[in-house]
């Protein structure tokens, strides 16, 4: 059994980690509300506009620049994870993710795969691999706005429109709840039409104008713009969620652990003072014979 010093050292220090959990936990709590609360009201927005441009119907041989499919021989992939880390799996499941698709799409005979990060961790893992990485956009996490994510979908979509990449992917961790996370690959360029069913067909008789085209290309950059605003906003308010579901689960363990350590201490306590006990009735027995 450990001796009483080494358990008050190691009490001490376990209870330090739990101060500093517990403070953690508060503020990343104080963050995810804020993140929580920007991306609901974010997503209304977006959904209405993925809904505008499905009403004008695809189908119909309407279609952008965005929507030419080709074949995909340069691709580029967009990594959205944190700036920090201590979110449990939060970052590792995105880079997992984003490493497979890299060797998915490198086993296909002349295609080229390049990333945007948005993130340091995945920043400092894919920079490894020289030439991998164009372009990075770390300090978009601490304040991120709408201006700053639009210039960066705008120069994706101008690259696409100019065949400097065929197909555009995002891999991000989208925002469910507190607890838990949805792993994305979602395509973002080509665009995808929207096949609308009878049973999703609305009854609007809406009339167009100055047209649906002209519409159209004024309505999917909006949309996209949009899409990647909120793949921002999703990937900070599931991070701020997991970082304070870590963090919480971390102050348990630190409880839990120094209830046993107390415990420990007790025991210990108590073997020393039944020597010192010991030690002084045998020491008085030997003076009394």
């Known amino acids: 059994m450990a001796n009483l010093k080494e358990v008050r050292t190691r009490i001490a220090s376990v ?31 977006s959904a209405q506009l993925d809904e505008i441009v499905a009403d004008i119907n695809v189908e119909d041989g309407v279609s952008t620049p965005y929507h030419v499919v080709r074949k995909a021989d340069k691709v580029l992939l967009v990594v959205v994870t944190s700036n920090k880390g201590l979110c449990g ?18 086993q296909q005979p002349a295609t080229q795969v390049q990333l945007i990060t948005i993130g340091k961790r995945c920043t400092e893992f894919f920079g ?39 197909r555009v992917e995002v891999i991000y961790n989208q925002f469910k709840n507190s607890l838990s996370q949805i792993l994305c690959d979602d395509q973002f360029l080509p665009v995808k ?25 004024q309505m999917v950059p909006l949309m996209l713009r949009s899409y990647l605003y909120r793949v921002v906003l999703d990937s900070l308010a599931a991070e701020h969620g997991a970082r304070m579901t870590a963090m919480q689960k971390a102050t348990d363990n630190a409880t839990e652990l120094l209830k046993d350590l107390k415990l420990s201490y007790n025991k210990a306590r108590q073997a020393a003072i039944t020597n010192e006990i010991i030690e002084i009735v045998s020491g008085s027995e030997a003076l009394k014979s």
Do not use: H, W
């Open 128 to 166: 490894k691999q020289k030439g991998l990485i164009v372009a990075s956009y770390d300090d978009l996490l601490d304040t991120p706005s709408f201006d700053a994510v639009a210039d960066i979908a705008d120069g994706i979509m101008q690259n696409f429109c100019d065949k400097v990449y065929d």
């Open 15 to 45: 209870s330090s980690t739990q101060q500093i959990t517990s403070a953690m936990k508060m503020v990343s709590a104080a963050k995810f509300r804020r993140a929580q609360n920007a991306i609901i009201g974010m997503r209304p927005y």
């Open 193 to 217: 039409p929207v096949a609308r069913t009878a049973d999703s067909r609305t009854s609007n008789d809406y009339i167009f104008e100055p047209g649906k085209e002209e519409i159209l290309r």
């Open 89 to 106: 799996a939060f970052n590792s499941n995105v880079i997992k993710l984003a490493s497979s698709r890299i060797a998915e799409l490198r």
